[in-house]
């Protein structure tokens, strides 16, 4: 994974209002954090944030942070954003090592064409969109695939069935469903635009 360069200034001034003025002249205040150190108070230029974020590494992009001169390999941590808007409010960068093993979440995507399941009438079910995992910073994939092009209706593909790359660890329960081939659906009577046949007590009186 290529290392994005983003430049943070030290940031003096805390608290709401100070956030805002920031915001206001298009810089997202942050904190930079990890490996023993102190956290720092930062700002990053907003237009900057969101370009060095939307690669296909997306918010996992390894990140190459200049805090004043310093030089930090870092990852986005999390990512506060206006309730309406949705635009970043905050940022936490956490500070990591080129040898480090970190847990982080990535998309889980599905891709093939299930015409096992397609043909047969039934549908496929995306349970699980995003999942964690362990790897070191430049291992971590931009997304895992599910390939559903074999899946007949019955089968389940779980989290310990996923194909992942050398060097990374998926998290959680191997057996947790991640996508399921349901098989058609049954109508009911009054789906089927039918009447529901007659209780015993009906057809008796």
Not at 11 to 32: H, N
Not at 109 to 114: A, I, S, W
Not at 166 to 189: F, I, K, L, M, N
Request: charged share 25%; proline share 6%.
């Amino acid at each position: 994974m290529a290392e994005i360069t983003l430049v943070a200034e030290v940031r003096t001034e805390r608290g709401s209002r100070a956030s805002r003025r920031l915001l206001a002249d298009g810089r997202i205040p942050g904190v930079v954090y990890g490996h023993g150190g102190e956290p720092v108070a930062v700002a990053v230029n907003a237009r900057a944030l969101r370009s060095a974020l939307s690669t296909d590494a997306g918010v996992n992009a390894l990140l190459d942070l200049d805090v004043a001169g310093d030089r930090h390999l870092a990852i986005a941590r999390e990512l506060q954003r206006h309730p309406v808007r949705q635009t970043v409010s905050h940022v936490d960068f956490q500070v990591v090592g080129r040898d480090e093993v970190v847990s982080v979440e990535v998309a889980v995507n599905v891709v093939g064409e299930p015409l096992g399941v397609t043909r047969a009438g039934g549908t496929v079910e995306h349970l699980v969109l995003a999942t964690q995992v362990r790897a070191k910073p430049a291992d971590i994939p931009s997304a895992l695939e599910v390939d559903v092009s074999d899946m007949a209706i019955g089968d389940t593909i779980t989290l310990g069935n996923l194909v992942v790359p050398r060097g990374v660890e998926v998290e959680g329960d191997p057996e947790t469903p991640v996508v399921v081939a349901h098989p058609p659906r049954v109508q009911s009577a009054e789906e089927a635009g039918g009447e529901a046949a007659p209780s015993d007590a009906s057809a008796e009186s």
